[in-house]
């Protein structure tokens, strides 16, 4: 079992280090088919702050940190509300609007040729994607979306947007651990999962950028998006199965 745990993990920090977010998509729905939810959250999690660490230290040349800093401001005053999501509201059919926006906007973005650009940061367009990374995140775990959109209108390089995500990932997992803490989550199977975890994370954070470094802008942005078509598509059947 321990091998097919590193097998995932090392898929989903490759994928991560690569495009700069995803690999909880990938993480925790293979994980939770070997060992309890409660295990597999707070672990991908720490991975998570793993990941971010390593990228900003190698690579915070690259960091719009301005863009970063307001990002995590607005994405603060998401969270409450995405939690509230998470209690209280119906989850189906959140995930079905929430995957219905996804694909569209990620179609949107793949094949129109005048999309709108930001030549430098806009306060408006910082708190409409920050707040709702926050308030996805808070419900599902999906900040990725908000996120893409607004390195999109910024015109981010492969490197920009692989960097500036982990700025942001950084202080947001590392506050959702302290939760995962606070409540009791963060036990020591979690952390013996990430410690033989390392071996696969670290190589696969070094490919991850190896990769990241030769994807052209452009080609780099279509595959963003054909991932985030796949993320709606995943919603979709979520909310229908259930």
Excluded at 68 to 84: E, H, N, S, T
Excluded at 168 to 181: E, N
Aim: aromatic fraction near 16%; charged fraction near 10%; charge should be positive.
């Amino acid at each position: 079992m321990t091998f097919y745990i590193l097998v995932i993990i090392f898929i989903a920090t490759l994928v991560r280090s690569t495009f700069g977010f995803g690999e909880s998509l990938i993480a925790v729905p293979l994980l939770v088919l070997l060992m309890p939810i409660e295990i597999a959250v707070p672990l991908s999690v720490l991975i998570s702050i793993l990941i971010a660490a390593f990228v900003v230290v190698q690579d915070r040349k690259q960091i719009h940190f301005n863009s970063a800093k307001w990002l995590i401001i607005f994405a603060a005053m998401g969270i409450p509300i995405g939690l509230l999501l998470l209690v209280y509201g119906n989850e189906n059919l959140i995930k079905l609007i929430l995957g219905f926006l996804i694909i569209l906007y990620s179609i949107y973005s793949l094949f129109s040729k005048n999309r709108f650009k930001l030549k430098t940061d806009n306060k408006f367009w910082l708190f409409f994607c920050g707040f709702f990374s926050g308030v996805f995140g808070g419900a599902y775990g999906l900040n990725g979306p908000p996120l893409v959109m607004y390195g999109n209108m910024r015109n981010w390089t492969a490197k920009n947007f692989r960097a500036t995500l982990q700025a942001y990932f950084l202080p947001a997992s590392t506050i959702g651990m302290f939760g995962y803490w606070y409540k009791g989550l963060w036990v020591s199977t979690v952390t013996y999962y990430f410690l033989i975890s390392i071996p696969v994370i670290v190589p696969a954070i070094l490919l991850g950028r190896y990769f990241n470094r030769r994807l052209k802008d452009g080609t780099f942005l279509r595959y963003v998006y054909c991932g985030l078509i796949a993320v709606g598509i995943v919603l979709l059947g979520q909310s229908l199965r259930r």
